[in-house]
Structures are given as C-alpha cells and as structure tokens.
C-alpha cells in the first residue's frame, strides 16, 4: 500500500481555529452508522476539529446523498469523509468537491473515483469468503444455499456477495439455488424480499445476507415462517437486534466489522491530507466471524457492542 504525499491544500486552518470535516454516511437509519460516527466523534475530539454528520434516511436515497455533499461542498468544508451509497452515483458530486481542494476520505463502501485521498475500509471480499467458510463448515460440506444481496451500486456489499459465491463455489457438496435477489438498504424491503425468497424455495439448507438490514429482513421472515431451525444461516454485522438472535442460535454466524474504527481512521486521514502529512492510500480496518460459541469471547465484545457513549447514547 503506497503512501500518498499530500500538500496542504483546500481547508486552511480556521480562524477559530476548528477545521470542518463533513461526515456524510450512506443513511442514518440502521445502527452501524451510529458506530462510524462514533469513531469519526472521537478522532474529531482528539484532533481538535468538528465534524458535520449528515446523511439520507434511507440508505437507496441516490438523490439525498448527491445534495448533502452538494451543500457541503457549497459551505465550503475543509474536508469530507463519505460512504457513498452507490459507487457511480456519487462520484460528479464528489469530483466537484475534489475540484475545489476539498481532500475526500471514502469509507466502507468504495467510490469509482480515483482522485480520493484514501480508502477506509473491510476488506469486504474477505469477508464475503470468510462467510462462506463459516457456512460450508456449518453445513458440512454440503446442501442447497440462497445469498440474499443488498442493494445494487453499493460496492461493500457486492464485494462481499462475490467473495462469498467464489469461495462456496469450492464446495462441491454445496448447491447455491439463488443469488440474483435483492433485499433492499431498509429492513421492511428486506424483510418482503426474504418472505419471497422463502416462498419460492420450500427446501433451502443454507442462507447468507451481506448486511445488517439484510440479516434482520431474513431473520424475521424465517422466524414468521417457523424454518429457523431447518437452516444455517450466516450474516454481516452486529445490532442490537442481530446479536440477541446469534447469541439464540437463530443467526449460527455474523461476519464483523470495525466501524468505530472506519469512522475514526477516516477522519484522521482526511485531517492528515489537510495538514500536508502521509496518508494511506488504502487502510483496512478489519473483519471477524463470531459464532454463536464465540459470543463471550472478551476480544469481540466491542465489535459486537460497540462503545457509543461519545453520542450520549
Ligand atoms: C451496511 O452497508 C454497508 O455499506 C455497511 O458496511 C453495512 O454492512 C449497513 O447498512
């Protein structure tokens, strides 16, 4: 990974002396966001600037997230993190602010724009492998396997959906009956999605579901139908929703980020490129699978939970 020298450039210091990072995620709606923008809070805090939040509701919102940045852009920040919600929508919006000598972080969900200051991120191929490892395992080797997908344009999610068909391809004993399906960025379209998908499927030994909404969708559609128990089913993503259910039994695995770490690494990056210090041009924040036999394991109660007291919450 090459260092990437960048002059100082876009946001001089304020005359208050706070530099202005916009911290635009790709919705406000499910709770990984609160764990990025708690990262994002505290590196704010220890650097000595502010970081504006804003995003859509609603993560399919292209229109929304194309105008926050928009008026961020307008207003003039000295920098911006984004998580683009969809990896071509974004990018005219984004290359303006480039043109003006706004340094850009991308975070968590890359963007088809090169001129990015860094990539802060899952390695989300890895973990689309890891969990089809974890259900190859759970399976035995062997049964008929649907992947539920998130949204189209969302890069994260459809690294992870790839890396997952290429490694379960490699057990032969392990059919995938469906994978062209997509649940949708909010939970109530998932939910509808997997309720479908379940309908269409009367016989399916394995699931997997790229992101929290996705897993949630599918976890309450298999709890309605009563074949909870007929199936192994791995997920991404930890919430308040999801970690009561792998603790069950009803989730056998749940592939973990590092999204307090994404959020503060990428606001250290974007202040870094302000101030004229080397930056990473790519930086992996990490990613875990928890079984439901790992739960209690003290190394992965602050993925599972993440801290979010610097929100007051
Ligand atoms: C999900 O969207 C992805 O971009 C994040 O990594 C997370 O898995 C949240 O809806």
């Known amino acids: 990974m090459g260092l990437a020298l960048f002059a100082s450039c876009g946001g001089?210091?304020?005359?208050?002396?706070?530099?202005?990072?916009?911290?635009?995620?790709?919705?406000?709606?499910?709770?990984?966001?609160?764990?990025?923008?708690?990262?994002?809070?505290?590196?704010?805090?220890?650097?000595?600037?502010?970081?504006?939040?804003?995003?859509p509701?609603?993560?399919?919102?292209?229109?929304?997230?194309?105008?926050?940045?928009?008026?961020?852009v307008s207003r003039g920040v000295d920098g911006m993190v984004i998580v683009p919600l969809d990896r071509q929508a974004l990018v005219p919006p984004v290359k303006e602010a480039g043109a003006r000598n706004i340094p850009v972080v991308v975070a968590d969900s890359d963007l088809d724009w090169d001129g990015k200051v860094s990539y802060v991120a899952t390695d989300n191929r890895r973990g689309g492998e890891l969990?089809?490892?974890?259900?190859?395992?759970?399976?035995?080797?062997?049964?008929?396997?649907?992947?539920?997908?998130?949204?189209?344009?969302?890069?994260?999610?459809?690294?992870?959906?790839?890396?997952?068909?290429?490694?379960i391809a490699e057990s032969a004993g392990i059919e995938v009956i469906s994978s062209n399906q997509y649940a949708g960025s909010q939970f109530s379209d998932a939910q509808q999605s997997a309720e479908n998908l379940l309908n269409s499927f009367p016989k399916i030994d394995g699931i997997f579901c790229p992101s929290e909404p996705c897993v949630y969708g599918m976890l309450r559609a298999l709890q309605d139908s009563g074949r909870l128990d007929q199936?192994?089913?791995?997920?991404?993503?930890?919430?308040?929703?999801?970690?009561?259910?792998?603790?069950?039994?009803?989730?056998?695995?749940?592939?973990?980020?590092?999204?307090?770490r994404m959020g503060e690494l990428a606001v250290r990056a974007c202040v870094d490129a302000i101030r004229g210090n080397p930056v990473e041009k790519q930086i992996d924040t990490g990613v875990t699978v928890v079984l439901t036999a790992d739960i209690d394991k003290p190394e992965v109660q602050s993925l599972l939970k993440p801290d979010l007291s610097i929100l007051g919450q």
Do not use: C
């Not at 189209?152 to 290429?166: H, P």
């Not at 970690?243 to 307090?260: H, M, S, T, Y």
């Open 12 to 55: 001089e210091e304020k005359t208050d002396g706070m530099l202005e990072i916009a911290v635009i995620p790709k919705g406000t709606t499910n709770e990984y966001w609160k764990a990025l923008h708690a990262g994002a809070e505290a590196a704010a805090q220890d650097l000595g600037v502010k970081i504006l939040w804003k995003g």
């Open 57 to 72: 509701i609603k993560e399919d919102d292209r229109e929304g997230q194309q105008r926050v940045v928009e008026d961020f």
């Open 131 to 167: 969990a089809a490892a974890a259900l190859a395992e759970l399976l035995g080797g062997k049964g008929k396997v649907v992947m539920l997908r998130h949204m189209e344009g969302s890069a994260s999610t459809s690294a992870r959906e790839e890396g997952f068909l290429k490694k």
């Open 231 to 260: 199936v192994k089913f791995v997920g991404f993503d930890a919430s308040e929703k999801l970690v009561p259910a792998l603790r069950k039994g009803e989730i056998d695995a749940l592939v973990l980020q590092n999204p307090v």
